[in-house]
T-cell receptor, first 110, second 115 residues
Framework: KNEVEQSPQNLTAQEGEFITINCSYS?????LHWLQQHPGGGIVSLFM???GKKKHGRLIATINIQEKHSSLHITASHPRDSAVYIC????????????FGSGTQLTVLP | DTGVSQDPRHKITKRGQNVTFRCDPI?????LYWYRQTLGQGPEFLTY????????KSRLLSDRFSAERPKGSFSTLEIQRTEQGDSAMYLC?????????????FGSGTQLSVL
């Protein structure tokens, strides 16, 4: 079992839909990252959070430390949101090591 | 463009050859990471530098792999005697800050194909 698991693996939505991607982890963490990867490999860091909720534009990330669960929400989705979304955990007791989930491929259709 | 650049973007090599990749992080970033990503998987941590010091190495990093960051700026990752299993995307990331203030910036990666 992976230490960081994401669901779903693939998600297709219509433009305008509200999207949720989930991330569960089984290890103690000091922080959790949400990353966006576009075709061609470029990865952009969207959020880093260790508690509560963060919002940036149409993106919202939440984390529940007790339940070891985080969600990434996209409101009013758009085709340009199509990408792979990856959650990654910085594990407690390990200086800077990130454990990545396998990613969620999101396709938003016009 | 995140400000982290990697060179080359693509590398095709024959099994047994040595290859070297370069990463130029954002200039003021003191932390630099190398990751490896295979098709359909999330990236896997390889190694981490704080300034010029290599502080952590993954068990994935066999003796054929070596990384340097000689002046705390750019970094190189060398793979000796490449094997077909080394074929992957090699990603570099840099960061500044601590705790929740740390934000990672990734390069576009070097895609290695070992024939």
């Amino acid at each position: 079992k992976n230490e960081v698991e994401q669901s779903p693996q693939n998600l297709t939505a219509q433009e305008g839909e509200f999207i949720t991607i989930n991330c569960s982890y089984s290890v103690g963490i000091s922080a959790l990252h949400w990353l966006q990867q576009h075709p061609g490999g470029g990865i952009v860091s969207l959020f880093m959070l260790s508690s509560g909720k963060k919002k940036h534009g149409r993106l919202i990330a939440t984390i529940n430390i007790q339940e070891k669960h985080s969600s990434l929400h996209i409101t009013a989705s758009h085709p340009r949101d199509s990408a792979v979304y990856i959650c990654a955990a910085t594990t407690s007791g390990s200086a800077r090591q990130l454990t990545f989930g396998s990613g969620t491929q999101l396709t938003v259709l016009p | 463009d995140t400000g982290v650049s990697q060179d080359p973007r693509h590398k095709i090599t024959k099994r047994g050859q040595n290859v070297t990749f370069r990463c130029d992080p954002i200039s003021e970033h003191n932390r630099l990471y190398w990751y490896r990503q295979t098709l359909g998987q999330g990236p896997e941590f390889l190694t981490y530098f704080q300034n010029e010091a290599q502080l952590e190495k993954s068990r994935l990093l066999s003796d054929r792999f070596s990384a340097e960051r000689p002046k705390g700026s750019f970094s190189t990752l060398e793979i000796q005697r490449t094997e077909q299993g080394d074929s992957a995307m090699y990603l570099c990331a840099s960061s500044l800050g601590w705790g929740e203030l740390e934000k990672l910036f990734f390069g576009s990666g070097t895609q290695l194909s070992v024939l």
